[in-house]
């Protein structure tokens, strides 16, 4: 039922074809409006037969092929074929019905193949960019669904990997202080919560993600006692807009991760998050131990930072700006994110 409507509107434009070409015919060629009926019919076979077979004829297959030379020779046969058969029957109709009508059948017939080859022409550039049309939405939705059930991916892939983290630094703090525990538990179901029933979402508030970094800080903190000094700055205005959930935790978890451990120097961690002219800025810097990235090399940062920077290409295209460096000790991560 859905392809009535284009066969409607192909049977309304052959309706006019002929009441327009039967109206002129008549007065061009001064004949009766049955004669006149008869010549646009001839025509009408002709171009409806070139029309339709320019237009819904499977030569791409042959073209796939690259059976050049065959498409060529049904098509100047067709061509050539058509306008004969116009060129007769209208000579032949106009010389039974008029006086004085001695076109001569070879001049008239090459009018005709000029005629249907420009309709030949017409038509089939309207078929590539229809074909051409049709091909890019095709495109756009596959791309469109490619990223779309990568994100799930990688967003399946994160969310087991901080469960992971989470449940190992609980496991740790039972050892060490059941209270510790209860407290780390406490935060480790709000991380939770956070991940269940918010980050399904493309985009959450900025509030959502920095509570959440709250609580993972406040368990690291639990977790690595006095070994670390934590220096955690949020500037007051980093409100009202949205953000992509769990961006900003796998750079300070990886952070936790490598810092380093030092007994005879401070070991530290910088988080400082800041928003200004829309533009939202994430650092962390960690110390580390030295020759760190060289010792871990492939692993440094894990899969938590490799899926980050992936959906960053895909959610902020040309939007966000990812420094990542290892100088004298210090490993930092610099995030710049344009919010719309």
């Not at 320019?54 to 020779?73: D, E």
């Not at 490619?146 to 050892?175: A, D, G």
């Amino acid at each position: 039922m859905k392809f009535l409507p284009r066969y409607k509107y192909h049977l309304l434009f052959w309706i006019l074809y002929f009441i327009c070409w039967t109206f002129f015919s008549a007065h061009y060629n001064r004949v009766s409006p049955i004669v006149a009926f008869l010549v646009t019919f001839a025509w009408f076979i002709s171009q409806a037969s070139v029309f339709y077979i320019c237009m819904y004829a499977r030569t791409t297959r042959l073209f796939n092929k690259k059976r050049y030379g065959i498409v060529i020779l049904c098509s100047v046969g067709i061509l050539i074929l058509c306008s004969v058969f116009t060129a007769a029957c209208t000579i032949g109709i106009l010389r039974q019905t008029t006086n004085g009508f001695d076109v001569p059948f070879k001049l008239f017939s090459l009018y005709t193949l000029l005629d249907n080859l420009m309709l030949a022409i017409v038509v089939i550039a309207i078929r590539v960019i229809k074909d051409k049309i049709k091909s890019e939405k095709r495109n756009k939705l596959l791309e469109k669904e490619k990223t779309e059930n990568e994100l799930r991916f990688l967003r399946s892939q994160i969310n087991p990997h901080f469960l992971f983290n989470s449940i190992n630094n609980i496991y740790v703090l039972i050892k060490k202080d059941p209270d510790f525990a209860a407290m780390t538990l406490a935060k480790f179901a709000d991380m939770l919560r956070y991940q269940l029933y918010e980050c399904n979402a493309d985009e959450i508030p900025i509030e959502s993600e920095i509570t959440y970094l709250n609580n993972y800080i406040e368990l690291e903190k639990l977790r690595k006692g006095d070994t670390v000094i934590i220096e955690y700055n949020i500037e007051e205005n980093i409100t009202n807009f949205v953000i992509a959930p769990l961006l900003i935790i796998p750079f300070v978890e990886n952070a936790f991760k490598y810092v380093s451990a030092f007994t005879d120097k401070p070991n530290l961690i910088t988080i400082d998050l800041r928003c200004q002219n829309r533009l939202f800025t994430l650092l962390v810097t960690n110390t580390t131990n030295e020759n760190c990235t060289e010792k871990k090399e492939g692993a440094y940062g894990g899969i938590g930072l490799e899926n980050v920077r992936r959906r960053l290409e895909l959610i902020y295209t040309g939007k966000h700006k990812l420094e990542i460096n290892s100088v004298n000790n210090v490993y930092s991560v610099l995030l710049n994110i344009q919010i719309p």
